[in-house]
């Protein structure tokens, strides 16, 4: 049979038997309560004390002579289930925090330490199995976090292997001399021996890094194969994921320059962008200096240097790894293509795109090695609705000009070209005036040359090409001597109207009849000019058909 007694009356028996030591359970105590238990290796389920277990906390506080007073909240009432102490100090119950095990839960600090030998001078903090393992405890400034974080970083060698944090399964594992590196993720810069600056921050971020410096991984495998490569920026899911000595380099986006391993000086944004370039390469290939911005940006260059290409799916092509998909792998340097897939197709060099489709034909085109710019469209200088004025879109017959109707449009007109319009005619027969008084027109059905083929010798005239300015002059001879009782005349008739006339008598018995005419005429396109002659006596003259005597001559001007 058990009596209760109560704790505190069996407490203050013990101290009446004796009032240094109280032993229970055993006849030896080694404090002033020892109590052991009734079998250490298999102990009974009663084998422990009960502190005193409430609902609630106390309606009236303890005071300062309970300051550090235990108990046990059943977790019935307000107070969530656990041990408590009073505070007095603070005039609050202080719950104990820890207690439990796995990965929940920390057990303890003993792998933590901080200026173990009382300097304050800054030494590490680790906390996970073997991590810091090898930390000399002076002031390296280090914080290793989960395990093997920082196992191999020694202690402060010539300022070396100082002022990390490693917070991750196997972060900075190897790092033994790089300093002032942060990485944050699982085996984020593992690998890490000597490299300086690096920020890791993701799964496997710069995982491969030895002993490259000023690195910035953020995001799963972001850089993880570099071993060497200085000053790379990845930012996204296996952005940079194989550069291995590459410098220089920035991504921004998943995958985004993905398989660069040498290529140096690079920047890619958007995802996908660059993913490619330097794809299965074994040896360095100076695929340096490529600008990708927009998702999918350049993804089929393999091969490539110097590029820009802006706007998603600009230059992008159709490669996948290893060619196992549409399309082939593109080696090309030096293209500028602007706009959403822009240049998608073009597998050449030197070219410029400005557009938003995968066109052929551009709205802008250019060849940089030819020194060749192209308008696939209606180049407008200013708004042609205003003061400005848009070129034909298409080229024009041969010789002819570029006019403007003053209001905007500029179209072709003929008689341009790079030669003025420019003809001389004459006569192939004598002709004869038949009739008195009657202006007739002259035969001049032969050219001597007609640069722009603007003279209609069927018709005896010339068809004026373009609005212009245009020079006239023609002259006839009679065959046979005049006496001084005729009356010769000729004139040019220019767009159907009587344009310069020359009439008067011959002067000189027994010679020639010489006539010829001169002037100025500004015409219109289409207008036509020929030449008349005529006597006052029928069948009074006949006109020689030497050129020398006879021709028919028109020049434009302007």
């Given at each position: ?126 906390l996970g199995i073997t991590a810091g393992a090898a ?212 597998t050449g060099s030197d070219k410029l795109y400005i ?23 209606t180049l407008q200088v200013d708004d042609p609705t ?173």
């Open positions: 049979m058990k009596t209760k007694i109560p704790f505190l009356a069996f407490f203050l028996l013990c101290i009446q038997i004796s009032i240094s030591q109280v032993g229970v359970n055993n006849v030896d105590p080694q404090s002033m309560l020892d109590i052991t238990a009734s079998n250490v290796a298999t102990p009974a389920n009663t084998d422990g004390i009960l502190i005193p277990r409430v609902d609630d906390f106390p309606a009236t506080n303890p005071t300062t002579t309970q300051n550090g007073m235990l108990i046990f909240a059943t977790g019935a009432g307000t107070p969530t289930e656990g041990f408590y102490w009073w505070d007095f100090s603070t005039l609050s119950w202080i719950p104990f925090t820890g207690g439990g095990t796995g990965a929940e839960r920390i057990d303890d600090l003993t792998d933590g330490k901080s200026d173990v030998d009382g300097s304050q001078d800054g030494s590490s903090i680790f930390d000399d405890a002076s002031d390296n400034g280090n914080i290793g976090i989960g395990y093997q974080a920082l196992n191999a970083a020694v202690g402060n060698v010539a300022n070396e292997g100082v002022e990390n944090v490693a917070v991750g399964y196997q972060t900075l594992t190897l790092n033994t001399s790089g300093r002032r590196n942060t990485a944050l993720g699982y085996t984020a810069l593992t690998t890490n021996s000597s490299g300086q600056r690096n920020t890791a921050i993701g799964q496997g971020a710069l995982e491969g890094n030895t002993i490259g410096d000023n690195n910035t991984a953020i995001g799963a495998v972001a850089l993880n194969d570099n071993t060497t490569g200085d000053s790379n920026v990845a930012v996204g899911y296996l952005s940079l994921a194989t550069n291995t000595t590459g410098i220089n380099n920035n991504a921004l986006g998943n995958q985004t320059l993905r398989n660069n391993e040498f290529g140096d000086k690079n920047t890619a944004i958007g995802d996908y962008a660059g993913r490619f370039l330097d794809d299965e390469n074994l040896v360095d290939l100076d695929n340096d200096d490529n600008v990708y911005i927009g998702s999918n940006a350049g993804n089929s260059d393999i091969n490539a240097s110097q590029n820009v290409y802006i706007g998603s799916d600009a230059g992008a092509g159709l490669y996948t790894s290893g060619g196992s998909g549409n399309g082939n792998a593109e080696n090309k340097s030096g293209n500028i293509f602007i706009g959403y897939r822009s240049g998608y197709n073009e557009e938003n489709s995968s066109t052929a034909s551009p709205l802008i085109y250019g060849e940089f090695d030819n020194n060749i710019l192209r308008v696939n469209g205003g003061t400005g004025y848009a070129f034909p879109a298409a080229d024009g017959t041969a010789n002819q000009v570029l006019t403007t109707d003053g209001a905007g449009a500029v179209t072709w007109a003929a008689g341009g070209g790079g030669t003025l319009a420019a003809s001389r005619a004459t006569v192939t027969t004598n002709q004869t005036i038949a009739s008195a008084n009657t202006w007739t027109k002259v035969n001049f059905d032969a050219t001597d040359f007609d640069l722009n083929n603007d003279y209609d010798e069927p018709n005896d005239e010339f068809d004026v090409p373009a609005d212009g300015v245009y020079r006239i002059t023609a002259m006839y001879t009679s065959d046979a001597n005049e006496n001084n009782s005729r009356t010769f005349g000729i004139r040019i008739v220019a767009g159907g109207n009587n344009y310069q006339e020359v009439n008067y008598k011959q002067m000189n018995e027994n010679s020639r009849a010489v006539r010829q005419v001169s002037a100025l005429a500004e015409l219109d396109a289409a207008d036509t000019i020929y030449i008349e002659a005529r006597v006052n006596v029928a069948s009074g003259l006949t006109i020689d058909n030497t050129s020398k005597f006879t021709s028919f001559s028109v020049e434009r001007v302007r």
